[in-house]
Protein backbone atom coordinates (compact mmCIF):
# COMPACT_ATOMS: atom_id res chain seq x y z
CA UNK A 1 0.00 0.00 0.00
CA UNK A 2 1.57 3.48 -1.01
CA UNK A 3 1.98 6.32 1.81
CA UNK A 4 -0.95 8.22 0.28
CA UNK A 5 -3.62 5.27 0.39
CA UNK A 6 -2.89 4.79 3.92
CA UNK A 7 -3.06 8.61 4.82
CA UNK A 8 -6.70 8.56 3.23
CA UNK A 9 -7.74 5.44 4.77
CA UNK A 10 -6.23 7.38 8.53
CA UNK A 11 -8.24 10.89 7.46
CA UNK A 12 -11.71 8.26 6.80
CA UNK A 13 -10.88 6.45 9.97
CA UNK A 14 -10.69 10.36 11.89
CA UNK A 15 -13.37 11.92 10.37
CA UNK A 16 -15.80 8.86 11.38
CA UNK A 17 -14.47 9.09 14.90
CA UNK A 18 -14.43 12.92 14.91
CA UNK A 19 -18.29 12.84 13.12
CA UNK A 20 -20.66 10.78 14.72
CA UNK A 21 -24.39 11.61 14.17
CA UNK A 22 -26.66 11.99 16.37
CA UNK A 23 -30.08 11.07 16.59
CA UNK A 24 -33.01 12.04 19.15
CA UNK A 25 -36.33 10.74 18.92
CA UNK A 26 -39.40 13.21 19.23
CA UNK A 27 -40.54 11.33 22.58
CA UNK A 28 -38.47 11.77 25.41
CA UNK A 29 -36.27 9.46 26.46
CA UNK A 30 -34.01 9.70 23.91
CA UNK A 31 -34.16 5.21 22.43
CA UNK A 32 -30.54 4.59 20.89
CA UNK A 33 -29.63 1.36 19.99
CA UNK A 34 -27.01 -0.82 20.26
CA UNK A 35 -24.43 -0.12 17.80
CA UNK A 36 -25.39 3.07 15.80
CA UNK A 37 -28.99 1.22 15.40
CA UNK A 38 -31.73 3.69 16.67
CA UNK A 39 -35.32 3.89 16.36
CA UNK A 40 -38.91 5.12 16.11
CA UNK A 41 -42.36 4.34 16.12
CA UNK A 42 -44.45 4.36 13.08
CA UNK A 43 -46.13 7.54 12.61
CA UNK A 44 -43.10 9.16 14.87
CA UNK A 45 -40.26 11.92 13.48
CA UNK A 46 -36.59 11.12 14.59
CA UNK A 47 -34.74 14.39 14.59
CA UNK A 48 -31.48 13.60 12.74
CA UNK A 49 -28.45 15.65 13.83
CA UNK A 50 -25.49 15.59 11.64
CA UNK A 51 -22.13 16.94 12.66
CA UNK A 52 -20.25 18.49 9.68
CA UNK A 53 -17.19 20.51 8.61
CA UNK A 54 -17.16 24.32 7.56
CA UNK A 55 -17.29 23.45 4.25
CA UNK A 56 -20.47 21.39 4.22
CA UNK A 57 -22.93 22.78 1.66
CA UNK A 58 -25.72 20.02 1.59
CA UNK A 59 -26.63 16.93 3.48
CA UNK A 60 -29.61 14.97 2.02
CA UNK A 61 -31.17 12.12 3.98
CA UNK A 62 -32.90 8.99 2.62
CA UNK A 63 -35.45 6.64 4.15
CA UNK A 64 -37.24 4.22 2.71
CA UNK A 65 -37.42 6.21 -1.04
CA UNK A 66 -38.01 9.40 1.20
CA UNK A 67 -36.08 12.09 0.87
CA UNK A 68 -35.28 14.68 3.68
CA UNK A 69 -33.18 18.06 3.19
CA UNK A 70 -31.99 18.50 5.97
CA UNK A 71 -30.81 22.20 7.08
CA UNK A 72 -27.88 23.85 8.95
CA UNK A 73 -28.39 24.56 13.14
CA UNK A 74 -26.33 27.01 12.98
CA UNK A 75 -26.46 30.32 10.62
CA UNK A 76 -24.23 31.25 7.48
CA UNK A 77 -20.83 30.13 7.17
CA UNK A 78 -20.69 28.82 11.19
CA UNK A 79 -22.72 25.83 10.69
CA UNK A 80 -21.21 23.06 12.33
CA UNK A 81 -24.49 20.68 12.50
CA UNK A 82 -27.26 19.71 10.33
CA UNK A 83 -30.71 18.45 11.07
CA UNK A 84 -33.03 16.33 9.32
CA UNK A 85 -36.66 15.70 10.69
CA UNK A 86 -36.82 11.88 9.65
CA UNK A 87 -40.43 10.69 9.21
CA UNK A 88 -41.68 7.22 10.21
CA UNK A 89 -44.76 6.95 7.81
CA UNK A 90 -47.87 5.19 10.23
CA UNK A 91 -47.93 2.41 7.72
CA UNK A 92 -44.14 1.87 7.14
CA UNK A 93 -42.85 -2.14 8.19
CA UNK A 94 -41.77 -2.35 11.41
CA UNK A 95 -38.10 -3.97 11.52
CA UNK A 96 -34.64 -2.43 10.35
CA UNK A 97 -34.15 0.04 7.41
CA UNK A 98 -31.28 1.91 6.36
CA UNK A 99 -31.40 5.79 6.77
CA UNK A 100 -28.63 6.92 4.09
CA UNK A 101 -26.82 10.34 4.49
CA UNK A 102 -25.07 12.39 1.74
CA UNK A 103 -23.00 14.85 2.93
CA UNK A 104 -21.89 17.50 0.54
CA UNK A 105 -18.75 19.50 1.24
CA UNK A 106 -16.46 21.14 -0.60
CA UNK A 107 -13.73 18.79 1.40
CA UNK A 108 -15.00 15.72 -0.48
CA UNK A 109 -18.68 13.98 -0.85
CA UNK A 110 -19.18 11.52 2.46
CA UNK A 111 -22.10 8.95 2.45
CA UNK A 112 -22.80 7.71 6.01
CA UNK A 113 -25.49 4.58 5.97
CA UNK A 114 -27.11 3.33 9.95
CA UNK A 115 -29.63 1.70 10.64
CA UNK A 116 -32.92 3.17 11.71
CA UNK A 117 -35.36 0.51 13.91
CA UNK A 118 -39.09 1.00 13.22
CA UNK A 119 -41.33 0.26 15.60
CA UNK A 120 -44.90 -1.34 15.26
CA UNK A 121 -46.98 0.99 17.15
CA UNK A 122 -50.27 -1.17 18.61
CA UNK A 123 -53.46 0.93 17.85
CA UNK A 124 -57.27 1.20 18.95
CA UNK A 125 -60.15 0.60 16.23
CA UNK A 126 -62.63 2.97 15.58
CA UNK A 127 -66.14 2.36 14.53
CA UNK A 128 -67.87 5.34 12.71
CA UNK A 129 -71.33 5.03 11.50
CA UNK A 130 -71.45 7.46 8.10
CA UNK A 131 -74.42 8.39 5.57
CA UNK A 132 -74.34 5.49 3.36
CA UNK A 133 -73.82 7.85 0.38
CA UNK A 134 -70.78 9.36 2.32
CA UNK A 135 -69.30 5.47 2.23
CA UNK A 136 -70.57 3.97 -0.68
CA UNK A 137 -70.16 6.54 -3.49
CA UNK A 138 -71.50 6.93 -6.86
CA UNK A 139 -69.48 7.09 -9.98
CA UNK A 140 -69.52 11.16 -9.52
CA UNK A 141 -68.21 11.49 -6.02
CA UNK A 142 -65.88 8.55 -7.04
CA UNK A 143 -64.27 10.18 -9.95
CA UNK A 144 -64.71 13.44 -7.74
CA UNK A 145 -62.35 12.30 -4.58
CA UNK A 146 -60.18 10.71 -7.12
CA UNK A 147 -59.45 14.02 -8.92
CA UNK A 148 -59.17 15.75 -4.91
CA UNK A 149 -56.56 12.64 -4.20
CA UNK A 150 -54.19 13.59 -7.23
CA UNK A 151 -54.74 17.45 -6.36
CA UNK A 152 -53.08 16.74 -2.63
CA UNK A 153 -50.83 14.74 -3.95
CA UNK A 154 -49.02 16.73 -6.20
CA UNK A 155 -49.26 20.01 -3.57
CA UNK A 156 -47.09 17.35 -0.79
CA UNK A 157 -45.20 16.85 -3.64
CA UNK A 158 -43.29 19.68 -3.95
CA UNK A 159 -40.44 20.67 -1.55
CA UNK A 160 -39.65 23.91 -0.71
CA UNK A 161 -35.88 24.66 -0.07
CA UNK A 162 -36.34 26.82 2.27
CA UNK A 163 -37.05 25.91 6.14
CA UNK A 164 -40.03 28.49 6.96
CA UNK A 165 -41.00 27.16 10.35
CA UNK A 166 -39.00 28.17 13.32
CA UNK A 167 -39.28 27.36 16.95
CA UNK A 168 -42.10 25.00 18.76
CA UNK A 169 -45.05 23.75 17.08
CA UNK A 170 -48.64 25.06 18.35
CA UNK A 171 -52.07 23.12 18.55
CA UNK A 172 -53.78 24.68 16.41
CA UNK A 173 -57.24 24.77 18.64
CA UNK A 174 -57.28 23.57 22.51
CA UNK A 175 -60.06 20.75 23.44
CA UNK A 176 -59.47 16.79 23.76
CA UNK A 177 -58.16 14.23 20.82
CA UNK A 178 -61.24 12.39 19.98
CA UNK A 179 -60.04 10.27 17.10
CA UNK A 180 -56.66 9.40 17.79
CA UNK A 181 -53.48 9.12 14.84
CA UNK A 182 -53.36 6.12 12.80
CA UNK A 183 -56.56 4.03 14.48
CA UNK A 184 -57.82 1.32 12.31
CA UNK A 185 -61.24 2.55 10.86
CA UNK A 186 -64.43 0.33 10.12
CA UNK A 187 -66.80 2.68 8.48
CA UNK A 188 -70.33 0.97 8.50
CA UNK A 189 -68.79 -1.97 8.77
CA UNK A 190 -66.29 -2.11 6.57
CA UNK A 191 -62.54 -1.48 7.23
CA UNK A 192 -61.50 1.60 5.81
CA UNK A 193 -57.72 3.25 5.56
CA UNK A 194 -56.06 3.88 9.25
CA UNK A 195 -57.03 7.45 10.40
CA UNK A 196 -53.69 10.06 8.90
CA UNK A 197 -54.21 12.92 11.63
CA UNK A 198 -55.80 13.70 14.95
CA UNK A 199 -59.06 14.86 15.61
CA UNK A 200 -59.28 18.10 18.26
CA UNK A 201 -62.90 18.28 19.35
CA UNK A 202 -63.96 21.57 19.55
CA UNK A 203 -67.26 23.82 19.23
CA UNK A 204 -68.09 25.52 15.82
CA UNK A 205 -66.39 28.34 14.67
CA UNK A 206 -63.53 27.69 17.60
CA UNK A 207 -60.41 29.80 16.05
CA UNK A 208 -58.29 27.28 13.99
CA UNK A 209 -54.33 28.11 14.18
CA UNK A 210 -51.27 27.73 12.01
CA UNK A 211 -49.57 25.15 14.16
CA UNK A 212 -46.04 27.02 12.86
CA UNK A 213 -44.97 29.97 9.90
CA UNK A 214 -45.12 29.10 6.63
CA UNK A 215 -47.29 29.89 3.44
CA UNK A 216 -50.48 28.60 2.31
CA UNK A 217 -50.09 26.19 -0.43
CA UNK A 218 -54.43 24.75 -0.79
CA UNK A 219 -57.30 25.74 0.32
CA UNK A 220 -59.96 23.56 -0.82
CA UNK A 221 -63.62 22.13 -0.30
CA UNK A 222 -62.86 18.48 -1.03
CA UNK A 223 -65.31 15.61 -0.75
CA UNK A 224 -64.21 13.99 2.81
CA UNK A 225 -61.97 16.63 4.46
CA UNK A 226 -64.49 19.27 3.02
CA UNK A 227 -63.20 22.92 3.59
CA UNK A 228 -59.55 22.76 4.29
CA UNK A 229 -56.38 24.92 4.55
CA UNK A 230 -52.84 23.08 3.41
CA UNK A 231 -49.80 25.16 4.75
CA UNK A 232 -46.34 24.17 3.49
CA UNK A 233 -43.75 25.03 5.94
CA UNK A 234 -40.70 24.20 3.93
CA UNK A 235 -37.85 21.35 3.37
CA UNK A 236 -41.48 19.14 3.00
CA UNK A 237 -43.28 19.44 5.92
CA UNK A 238 -47.04 20.40 5.15
CA UNK A 239 -49.83 20.82 7.92
CA UNK A 240 -53.65 20.34 6.96
CA UNK A 241 -56.41 21.66 8.93
CA UNK A 242 -60.12 19.87 7.54
CA UNK A 243 -63.94 19.87 7.83
CA UNK A 244 -63.77 23.66 8.58
CA UNK A 245 -66.92 25.77 8.47
CA UNK A 246 -65.06 29.04 7.25
CA UNK A 247 -61.29 29.68 5.42
CA UNK A 248 -59.71 33.03 6.34
CA UNK A 249 -56.47 32.81 4.24
CA UNK A 250 -56.21 32.70 0.56
CA UNK A 251 -53.70 30.45 -1.30
CA UNK A 252 -49.73 32.07 -1.56
CA UNK A 253 -50.72 33.95 2.06
CA UNK A 254 -47.23 33.94 4.42
CA UNK A 255 -48.72 33.06 7.38
CA UNK A 256 -47.49 33.19 10.96
CA UNK A 257 -47.50 30.93 13.85
CA UNK A 258 -50.62 30.77 15.76
CA UNK A 259 -52.35 32.77 13.26
CA UNK A 260 -56.02 31.84 12.53
CA UNK A 261 -56.56 30.14 9.58
CA UNK A 262 -59.93 28.98 9.65
CA UNK A 263 -62.95 28.54 11.76
CA UNK A 264 -64.25 24.58 13.27
CA UNK A 265 -66.49 23.14 11.41
CA UNK A 266 -68.14 19.70 10.53
CA UNK A 267 -67.68 20.17 6.23
CA UNK A 268 -66.90 17.10 3.99
CA UNK A 269 -67.32 13.81 6.01
CA UNK A 270 -67.63 14.42 9.68
CA UNK A 271 -70.07 13.17 12.39
CA UNK A 272 -69.76 16.42 14.33
CA UNK A 273 -67.65 19.92 14.77
CA UNK A 274 -64.08 19.11 15.05
CA UNK A 275 -60.83 19.92 13.51
CA UNK A 276 -58.81 17.01 11.49
CA UNK A 277 -55.41 18.09 11.48
CA UNK A 278 -52.98 16.27 9.37
CA UNK A 279 -49.04 16.42 9.18
CA UNK A 280 -46.84 15.13 6.21
CA UNK A 281 -43.64 14.75 6.66
CA UNK A 282 -42.00 14.22 2.75
CA UNK A 283 -44.14 11.52 1.80
CA UNK A 284 -44.43 10.29 5.57
CA UNK A 285 -48.06 10.48 7.27
CA UNK A 286 -46.52 11.59 10.83
CA UNK A 287 -48.67 12.01 14.16
CA UNK A 288 -49.22 16.00 14.25
CA UNK A 289 -48.73 15.93 18.05
CA UNK A 290 -45.02 14.24 17.36
CA UNK A 291 -43.99 17.92 16.32
CA UNK A 292 -45.56 19.68 19.29
CA UNK A 293 -43.21 17.25 21.49
CA UNK A 294 -40.15 18.02 19.29
CA UNK A 295 -37.29 19.61 21.21
CA UNK A 296 -34.01 20.64 20.26
CA UNK A 297 -31.09 20.58 22.24
CA UNK A 298 -29.67 24.17 21.48
CA UNK A 299 -32.30 27.08 19.65
CA UNK A 300 -32.40 26.94 15.96
CA UNK A 301 -31.65 29.56 14.15
CA UNK A 302 -34.42 32.38 12.84
CA UNK A 303 -35.32 32.02 9.59
CA UNK A 304 -34.28 35.10 7.05
ZN1 LIG B 1 -59.97 13.04 11.26
Known amino acids: MIRSDKLIIMAVVLLTSIFPVDLLTSAPPERHGMDGQFSGKQGEIVVVRVPVDQQTSAVTGRFLNRTTPFFPEASGGAALSYIGLVGVDLQDAPGTHELVLDVVSSAGHRRLSYNVLVIKE ?4 QYLTLPKDKVD ?15 VRT ?5 SERRLWAGDFLRPVAGPVTGAFGRQRI ?9 TGEDIAAPLGADVAAMNDGIVCLTA ?7 GVFIDHGLGLYSMYF ?10 EIV ?4 VIGKVGASGRATGPHLHWGVNLNGARVDPLSLVKLSFARPLPTVQ
Open 221 to 227: DHFFSGK
Open 243 to 252: HLSEVSVKDG
Open 155 to 159: VLEAV
Open 122 to 125: KRAV
Open 187 to 195: INGQAKNPH
Open 137 to 151: LDEDNLIRVKTEQAQ
Open 256 to 259: KRGQ
